[in-house]
């Protein structure tokens, strides 16, 4: 991984991907005691950084591989993000969904053109499902984090985040980013190593799942117990990748570990001083921020919001519990 | 009011204020049968526009008129506004506000370095209260919308607009803009009139609050009955203005009025769609390109979301009628 493969992917990238904004508010500085600067991944397309590397991905296939089409496992965001860069570049895509996934999710998978396949969650064998309408149909998989050219997607966020900091006068911060399998994480951090080395990546995860933390501190990769049931589904990945980890491990600071109810609160925050819609996954750096600033160093500190594809249920719980009282 | 007071008050809100995104969804443009192209000002700095004009007017004193200070009368999104751009400049801002207004707008307001003076609605006299205090201590006023440098401040929102309808390929649209006394209609219209002709602006405004509506038609100024009680209170204004309604009479298009639940059903889907928060009076622009599209003329449409200061109480009230069932 280079940081040309990144610059080439900014390239694809130009006039497809948003440029998202870095947002501040004094509210949310006074709170971290500190500069916050809040990198806005909810407003890309699809409302997730995702779409980043998913059209990173597929502008980056053959034209026969392309014309071909593609195919990604994924119940989130990953789904959302190739299903669009799939319709955009006019190449057919099937995502493997679990077929007790939220109805919403599939539904929005499904309108942005995408064949979706469903497989029962407690027979079905996912990869095997996959593996065989992959080969009949001769589609390339486009893994949600283990892959050179979606990381390289991914990093051209840390592009962006270098330049914005650049242009506030910040050349020295902690730059922390919600981390599942590590794609944005590896991303930002060969971007920033090449562009703005005075940034430093910091893998934020919600109690229980911090096997990026723990990975860090032994050196080798580690896997979460559970695999499932975190508010922030979106980061629940079992363990870093074999491509994302040894980027981690050379570039990144320790990880830090923020609870749900500490990513609910963000949620609360980021509505009432930015105006955005986080989900869990993608307010937890923000949690880190504003709860855990012993843990940072530095007059200032950036995060990254990187999804806001939450359920209103789930969105009127942070208001419930840390909105302004009726 | 021409153009090159626009451009001045551009020139002096450069690396100020922000430069808002122009976002979409997919969604939205099947929803509306047309490309619905969404300016979210509710990302501006203290979540409205109204920091443009505050900064403008502020920025444009003399150096000896911006150290006695500043005065306005505002509960809502004019007075943070004002508040914070005094305190960046490092002028004095007194704020009138009723002692009835929501107490974290009071504490907002505080919080952002201005003084807030309360009168009690039912006995005190606002204005005679702001001019013993203004005139005691040699503040300038500094209108919600009826002055010239706040009219050119708005107006860079539709510089803004201009070039970004040009980058996604629009040179004719109709531009929706929420309408209170008239200060954003007006400075976006002046400005696309110069820049973007083929742009052309439409006021929106909530049922038994369309004295913008009923002006254009009769070609007077026409006032609401009621005065209070719009769950989009941050555009119940009772009349345009002397200086605002010129302009709008001259260069906009039909109004446009929406209903209260229209407005909290945008606000739900720019939750879901776009991932921003807005407040009722910010979301009737989108209600309009939503729910009314026989009311709007061309391929793609441009909402303003003027602002997004509303309590976790009444977005939740959009979240239980709108957003998906729990």
Redesign the interface.
Known sequence: MSIDLIDAAAARLAGRA?Q??L?SS??LD?LAGRRVLVK?E??QHT?SFKFRGGWSALSALTPEARARGVIAFSSGNHAQGVA?AARMLGAAAVIVMPSDAPG?KIA?TR??GAEVVTYDRATGDRDAIGAEIAEARGLTLVRPFDDAQVIAGQGTCGLEIAAQAAEAGIDTAEVLVPCGGGGLTSGVALALEARAPGLRVRPVEPEGFDDATRSLVSGRIETNTRRAGSLCDAIQTPSPGDLTFPVMSRLCGPGIVVSEDEALRAM?AA??R?????EPGGAVALAAALYHPEHVAGDAVIAIASG?NV???T??MA??RY??A?
Chains 1, 2 share one sequence.
């Open positions: 948003r998202t904004p947002l004094p509210f006074d806005a909810c407003l409302g669009l919403p929005n309108a942005l609360a509505f009432e930015l105006k955005i819609v986080l806001g359920s209103a249920e969105f009127r208001l419930d909105g302004d009726p």
